[in-house]
């Protein structure tokens, strides 16, 4: 008998064009003796393979091996794809989680006891489950009560099933469409994608495909398109598409050709039923044009409504400035009077600039003119940014609470859809957002959502940083439009004229390097050396400053992949900042070995537990028995992860440029190196640069610097807030 492993395929590591893969496979089921320990295991296997995805079951044929380097691997000769029968169906509907204490031992039972019938049998007879071996008592209740709950649903439960959805995205279908789950799908399978978070296009064009829908069914180009025009929207941060792009791209997608009568028609009907705007030769979504549209008309309004008056302005600044001990220059002041003036102001400057110490004078002053209690002034004020490490530098430097703008608005990551919205509006009279670059154009859409109309905004950020990760330059379509209230910082603290840090980032900012500024004093080091060398001497580094905090000391590079990328130095990094010690439980996730003591980085958000994409923690506690759980410090929160969400976090020992946005640390080291090749562009690299406080590192080619430094197209957007701003 042929030896063989039954799972999940979860993602390749390796992959070339003859088929090759080396990937990640979860096992449920196998024929090999003594072969326990693998179930409900991910390992690692290797093969040559056709197609693969990870909705489908598949049975690999083959042996297990021992690799000298990479270790234990199951070598695959063949595999076949596993068709979904009722069997498999009911007892994935029993291992769902909705069924408390049944797990797939139990559910085999179950249905090996009583078959296709398991469902009525158990409704009609529940206490035949007792004749079960393992079954309980409490058991047979859970399943016999939540069968009742669901009696009408789990026939369509395991239609979805056997169309190849997984259970936990049939119960969300079926709680969404209920009994007219079936007519829907059937009129129209890509309709889910609109209306069910989670569930995506690429899923769901997969289903349809083996349902047999035409490739170039209307309603499956019309859904193409839409996904296109999002893909492209959140790849390249632009907020509408030209129809030549779409011709061009939708057979990728399709995978068939397409002529343009067809697509003029999916354009036409989209338009029709308001999912798509065409203004001129622009094609938008209606979200993000619906988006764009409030944004310019709101900021307009709020910032050509009369300046609020108030007498001895200056002398209040003056009182201000004895209260905080310090002596504000000509720009700041203007900023801090402008702040409590206009009803909408944008404070703009690079590094060292005091964007950040200015934030505590605004509020101060806010609150002296309006003789507000402290109680009082946190019911009146809200201070916002996009990260959370951002709102904790927010609420350090003021003194007052901040919070995440999803936190603020009251985010759902189950519906995606925020609680403090147009229909249930803040209170607040007055918010002040942090790191403003980072806002994409649906957020900020969102949150003028949810607040007042009258509500005073004040947006504080470096608007030549990375753009947002999400669509748009928010940032920069205000400040550009020159017709906004901004106040520009220009002049540096006296503590900060000399650092050569700063100077290299207002030199990269103007497009030049000036070769004598590296090297020249401690804050600045290049170290030149080839591909080969980079990760010698970031360990070098890395083992000079380990016993400098977490906080204090982070890698930053432009890339994941390549031996000099995030994910090859997190593995050399690990076993200098953390040693393997007996003492430390360890736990291996996919091909990465976590350990107690290590640096990760959350890479969701989790607004329930309070951390947010781009938090920083440390591993403080592993368990393997009888559950596998990570737990995580983020500063003061402490949050448990279990294995369906082992992916929601990686180490951070080195992180993307990005992640690192809204952060910033004492020593930042940055391999630069010409691998990195289209990632070495101009923002990015003053976006790292500017991450830094006291020393910075740059390691590997100067060449490379120097393209980055000269490359200035990389982050070009199509957006037209700025251009709805000019024009009425």
Known sequence: MKKYIKGKYRKSIYENDNGYKIGLFKVVETNYE?????????????????????????????????HPKYGEQFNVESYDRVKPDEKDSII?????????????????????????????????NPNNLLLIPTITQKNVDTLHNKLKEYESSYEIIIYLNELGFNTKDSMKIYNYYK????VIIEKDIYRLVKDINELNFKKIDYIALKSGINKLDLIRVKASILYLMDEISNLYGHS???????????????????NEELVNEALISLEKNL???KVNEKYYLRDMYDSEVLISKRIKVLNNKEDIKIKNINDEIGLLEKDLNIKYNSDQIKAIKNSVLKNFLIITGGPGTGKTTIMKGIVELYRNINKLSYKELLEDIALLAPTGRAAKRMSEATNTPASTIHRF?????????YQVNEYNKSNVKFIIIDESSMIDTYLFASLLKGISSNCKIIMVGDYFQLPSVGPGQLLHDLITSDILNVVELKELYRQEKDSDILSLAYDIKEGILEKNILNKNNDLTFIECNNGEVMSNILEITETYKDLSYKNFQILAPMYKTINGIDSINYSVQNIYNKKLKT??????????????????????????????GDIGIISMIKTKPKKEIYIDFDETRVKFTPSNFNKFKLAYSISIHKAQGSEFDVVVIPLVKNFNKMLYRKLIYTAVTRCKKNLYLIGDISALKIAINNNDN??????????????
């Open 275 to 277: 999912d798509i705007v």
């Open 240 to 258: 509408y598409i030209f129809k030549e792009e779409i011709i061009n791209v939708l057979p990728r997608i399709l995978l068939d050709s397409v």
């Open 715 to 728: 982050d070009i957007r199509r957006t037209t807030i700025k251009e709805f701003l000019i024009d009425e």
């Open 179 to 182: 009994n007219d789950t079936k």
């Open 584 to 613: 430390k439980k360890e736990l291996q996730v996919g091909d990465i070995i976590y350990r107690e003591g290590d640096k990760v980085i959350e890479l969701t958000n989790m607004p329930d537990e309070n951390i947010y994409n």
């Open 92 to 124: 994935e509907f029993l291992t769902s989680g909705l069924f408390k204490g049944i797990g797939e031992k139990k559910a085999k039972k179950i249905y090996d006891a009583l078959g296709k019938d398991t469902f009525n049998i158990i409704l009609k």
């Open 409 to 417: 608005l009251k985010w759902n990551k189950e519906t995606n859809k």
């Open 34 to 66: 003594d072969f326990e320990d693998y179930l409900d295991r991910i390992i690692t296997f290797t093969g040559y393979f056709h197609e693969l995805n990870d909705m489908d079951t598949y049975i690999f044929y083959g042996d297990l091996i021992n």
